[in-house]
């Protein structure tokens, strides 16, 4: 670990979003995952620390998922954690169980993370204010994506730091151009919250019915102009489609999306040579991102799935050995109520 993230202290007992964390806890957080990095790129094969060991990582997930899921048990695993899946059509849940009734009956078994993912906002600190194990959201509705905002924001700033051949460089006054659905994206919302908390420009671009009301309030240029959103951006992210979310048509047709915000090496003529792509995946291909440049020279769309398994590590062993640890762990209270 670098001598700022030593400087810094984890005292919280979760991670259940972005919008409460501090420029410094943001910090500590990419400061301490490039001896993750490290960990993964071992040519000795050992791909493992034992600063979990012992203990009980569950990943507790309502939404279907790959990348988030995959990365969360990689990065247990290579903390020398056990792990646990639970799929929520296979749990007491769909008997009636309550979600706080299950998570009692998981930390009976001593768990020590829950990453949980849920359609419901809020699940993940509802939760996390009534329980004792340490509580990472994965996802909650279209509200947050805490840890795939901060693994975005660290390979950003890997790749300036390598660009500019700076070890210190920042994300200050560096542009990011967020293009897509606004509205229904909690990477949308995670990523503007990290970004300007560490002094990036954001601009946001997509159709008006796709924005969220007062997006502007959040600190972000908002233009329907694509153009404009990516001519001086130093990060083009292209947002996926949720159709799944949309409750209704509020656009005329992909063909028309295709046609005004799709990033492909025609748009992209407007943006500068050194602009860097990236999206949280899956791709839907060819309707928010060409195909040639999803596998282009400037894609890192890899990257930051390599990089979401260091920053979860750093997350889960900050969690786990900070100082934070070491206070009076929350005693779980008995409710009557069920949260869904």
Excluded at 292 to 307: H, Y
């Amino acid at each position: 670990m670098n001598a700022a993230a030593e400087e810094a202290a984890w005292t919280r007992k979760d991670l259940v979003g972005i919008e409460d964390l501090s420029r410094e806890e943001i910090e500590l957080i990419l400061d301490t995952a490039p001896q993750f990095v490290a960990v993964s790129a071992r040519e000795s094969g050992i791909k493992r620390v034992p600063l979990l060991q012992g203990r009980l990582v569950v990943n507790w997930f309502f939404e279907p998922s790959t990348r988030t899921r995959t990365s969360f048990e990689l990065a247990a695993k290579r903390l020398s954690a056990d792990t646990l899946g639970i799929a929520a059509s296979t749990s007491s849940l769909v008997k009636g169980e309550s979600l706080h009734d299950t998570l009692a009956n998981i930390e009976a078994m001593r768990s020590d993370i829950v990453v949980i993912r849920h359609s419901y906002a809020g699940a993940a600190r509802i939760l996390a204010e009534r329980h004792s194990s340490h509580i990472i959201n994965a996802g909650d509705g279209f509200h947050e994506h805490p840890t795939q905002g901060l693994l975005d924001a660290f390979t950003m700033r890997e790749h300036i730091r390598r660009t500019r051949e700076d070890a210190h460089a920042g994300l200050d006054g560096v542009r990011v151009a967020i293009i897509g659905d606004i509205a229904y994206s909690r990477v949308a919302r995670s990523n503007i919250w990290c970004l300007t908390k560490l002094g990036a420009d954001v601009v946001v671009c997509g159709p008006r019915t796709l924005m969220p009301p007062r997006v502007d309030e959040m600190g972000v240029e908002v233009t329907s102009d694509l153009h404009h959103a990516i001519g001086e951006a130093d990060v083009i992210y292209a947002l996926r489609m949720q159709l799944e979310r949309q409750q209704r048509c509020l656009f005329p047709s992909l063909r028309e999306y295709i046609r005004l915000f799709r990033i492909d090496n025609e748009s992209l003529r407007a943006a500068p040579a050194h602009a860097l792509i990236m999206h949280p995946g899956p791709i839907n291909r060819d309707i928010e991102l060409a195909a040639e440049v999803a596998d282009g020279r400037r894609s890192v769309i890899l990257r930051q799935v390599t990089n979401g398994v260091a920053v979860r590590m750093a997350i889960m062993h900050l969690l786990v050995n900070g100082p934070g640890e070491q206070q009076t762990r929350l005693t779980a209270r008995d409710t009557d109520e069920p949260l869904c």
